[in-house]
């Protein structure tokens, strides 16, 4: 398709940003973690502040930096990088989002775009065009079909996630400002079922 390139490997990007950190270019987003991350320098320090999902992302995100000690940083402070306090249990419920996008081409750079560089965990992930109306109606309430056959009928492609509802609405704020899907639907959650293999 033309203009859809495909998207860089979140480890290049990720070092690539890290080179624009050493340079002084301190304003753009980290392209993992978005504007939830924010970098400073005091002295040689580097600091690193804002709010993580998880544990891991913030162990890996200090990782990243403490590669640089000696590099052009001195030292690491990451005492206002913290994690976001969940008051909802994952496990419990799952929910299913929906985006319309341009082709498959544009769904699956989404896809990649969620799964490769924001490791979004889903438990189901399926791109869906006009040929597979009927797998849409499988995976889909009745009530979200009637849009997602007006997306058919235009040619769009649909890409489905099922997800931890816990994180459902970080990912439909992702397809809907970041990936740029045409529309992004959330259905009712649903009790929580293991991820398909």
């Not at 993580?52 to 990782?63: A, H, I, K, V, W």
């Not at 081409?105 to 597979?132: G, P, T």
């Not at 309430?141 to 459902?168: C, H, N, Q, W, Y």
């Amino acid at each position: 398709m033309k203009g859809v390139q495909p998207p860089e490997s979140a480890g290049r990007q990720v070092r690539t940003w890290w080179a624009d950190v050493l340079a002084g270019l301190v304003d753009e987003p980290h392209p993992t973690h978005g504007a939830d991350v924010d970098v400073t320098f005091k002295g040689g320090t580097l600091r690193l502040s804002g709010e993580l999902p998880t544990e891991e992302d913030r162990r890996q995100l200090l990782e990243e930096a403490r590669e640089y000690v000696g590099l052009g940083i001195d030292d690491v402070d990451a005492r206002h990088l913290t994690v976001t306090k969940r008051r909802e249990k994952p496990g419990i419920l799952d929910q299913t989002l929906i985006a319309a996008f341009a082709d498959r081409d544009v769904a699956e750079f989404a896809r990649r775009y969620l799964v490769e560089s924001r490791r979004i965990k889903a438990k189901h992930v399926e791109i869906l065009d006009a040929n597979q109306e009927g797998l849409a109606r499988r995976l889909l309430p009745e009530g979200f079909m009637s849009d997602v056959r007006k997306a058919f009928d235009a040619g769009r492609a649909v890409l489905i996630l099922r997800v931890d509802e816990t994180g459902a609405f970080r990912v439909r704020e992702l397809l809907a400002q970041e990936t740029r899907s045409l529309w992004t639907v959330a259905t009712p959650p649903i009790p929580a079922s293991e991820p398909d293999s």
